[in-house]
């Protein structure tokens, strides 16, 4: 049989009650004849509660002053729910033993609270498992060259677990988390959205990049890079489901571009209501603008996204961008205190009360007209759009964040998604 790689997310490791359910199911697949891997994430709002100590210890500065220390704080979380499945599953019957990311080890850089992953070394994983063990691993974290604790960043369990099966060229790996896969768009948003049996890796990833939480971006990037098939699926089915259907259930993430794949020209809507537009007026156009204002907030670690430059006038432009809602202030007080006087540039304006939605579909390669399709359909809103960008497979806009649900529900319409059939392998 195959080797399979399992992650469980904190909502499936919420409680003693979630834990033995998941025990169940791993063993199921065992018995099955697979060899498993198992990559638990920290108790859902265990990690919140550990670093929320350390800013009540620290109020006055922020907590990545405390990088190392606070690595070794919220490793403890994932430690604790892989400890506590090893003795569920072993209550179960199965074999099974837990480590530590620094006991495997997975080696990675020394960025503390956003460390990479370098290497894993699978000699003693592959030991445990030809014995017969459940392996279980603890996500989101890893040792560095100096033996120090580090953490991945927050959505690092994700990562851990695709990394894990790169590492063993696991058969695949199945995320199950609190939805039952990738749909067309949030269905909290539109209740009509549908699931997606299949989706690209590449529509995946603009999906991931452009707000949909269902994967963390970086390990859909890591699953890309390495091609791990990757399957989205509830850990809230019963446990006992018949383990064939299990393993077609949920969304497959896959690098075939089928025929059917081809059949869909949107694939889904995302969203982002973390959006703040920022724009620096009067900026005398010169060659290296572009440069002096971005390269001063990238030096920040200010993450940008969508970039806008208007045309010349009078030998001056107006320069606008987005960033994280919660680096709005900070973006502005740089600007103004540090790139405005250099630049000689007018004024900063800004709005930190914009959204970004997407459409996202391979198909958009083939079509001809879907972005105009998508602002017409904005205009019959009435909504305003203030950014555009654009990629092969996706189009994204600005628009004001009050917007944001009426134009996702009218595009999900407009391109067919609620509707059985459409949409690529949507279903009920």
């Avoid at 070794?72 to 074999?95: D, F, R, V």
């Avoid at 009050?402 to 529900?409: F, G, S, T």
Wanted: some cysteine.
């Amino acid at each position: 049989m195959a080797l399979i790689v399992h992650k469980y997310g904190g909502t499936s490791m919420g409680s003693t009650e979630r834990i033995c359910n998941v025990a169940k199911r791993v063993a199921k697949w065992a018995r099955a004849g697979h060899q498993m891997v198992v990559v638990p994430s920290a108790m859902s709002g265990e990690t919140n509660r550990l670093l929320g100590l350390a800013r009540e210890l620290a109020p006055a500065k922020p907590t990545d002053a405390y990088g190392r220390e606070l690595d070794m704080l919220a490793a403890t979380g994932e430690q604790a729910s892989s400890a506590l499945l090893a003795i569920a599953l072993q209550a179960e019957g199965m074999p099974s033993v837990s480590y530590a990311g620094w006991q495997v080890p997975i080696r990675t850089d020394s960025a503390y609270t956003k460390a990479r992953i370098e290497s894993i070394d699978d000699t003693r994983v592959r030991a445990d498992l030809d014995a017969g063990k459940v392996v279980i691993v603890t996500g989101f974290q890893g040792i560095d060259d100096e033996g120090h604790i580090t953490t991945l960043g927050r959505g690092g369990s994700d990562t851990s677990a695709v990394a894990v099966a790169t590492a063993l060229k696991a058969h695949e790996c199945l995320i199950f988390t609190d939805v039952d896969g990738v749909y067309t768009t949030d269905p909290r948003v539109v209740p009509e959205a549908r699931r997606l049996k299949t989706v690209s890796f590449e529509e995946m990833l603009e999906m991931a990049s452009l707000g949909s939480k269902v994967l963390q971006i970086r390990s859909v990037e890591f699953a890309g890079k390495y091609k791990v098939p990757l399957r989205v699926l509830s850990s809230f089915t019963p446990w006992d489901i018949d383990i064939d259907q299990e393993a077609r259930s949920g969304t497959l993430i896959t690098f075939e571009e089928d025929e059917q794949m081809e059949q869909a020209i949107v694939s889904g809507i995302a969203f982002s209501r973390e959006e703040a537009k920022i724009s620096v007026l009067g900026v005398p156009d010169r060659p290296g603008i572009a440069y002096q204002i971005l390269g001063a907030v990238a030096d920040a670690n200010i993450e940008v996204d969508v970039i806008i430059q208007n045309i010349s006038k009078d030998g001056k432009t107006d320069f606008s961008f987005t960033v994280n809602r919660a680096d709005y202030a900070r973006t502005v007080d740089l600007l103004k205190d540090k790139v405005l006087p250099a630049l000689g540039a007018q004024e900063v304006k800004g709005d930190p009360k914009t959204c970004k939605v997407s459409i996202v579909g391979i198909g958009m390669r083939s079509h001809v007209g879907i972005a105009s399709q998508m602002f017409r359909c904005l205009a019959e809103e009435g909504i305003n759009i203030q950014m555009i960008s654009t990629s092969e497979i996706k189009t994204s806009v600005v628009i004001d964040e009050k917007y944001m649900e009426l134009a996702v529900r009218a595009l999900h319409k407009t391109f067919g998604l609620d509707q059985s059939g459409n949409g690529k392998n949507a279903q009920s």
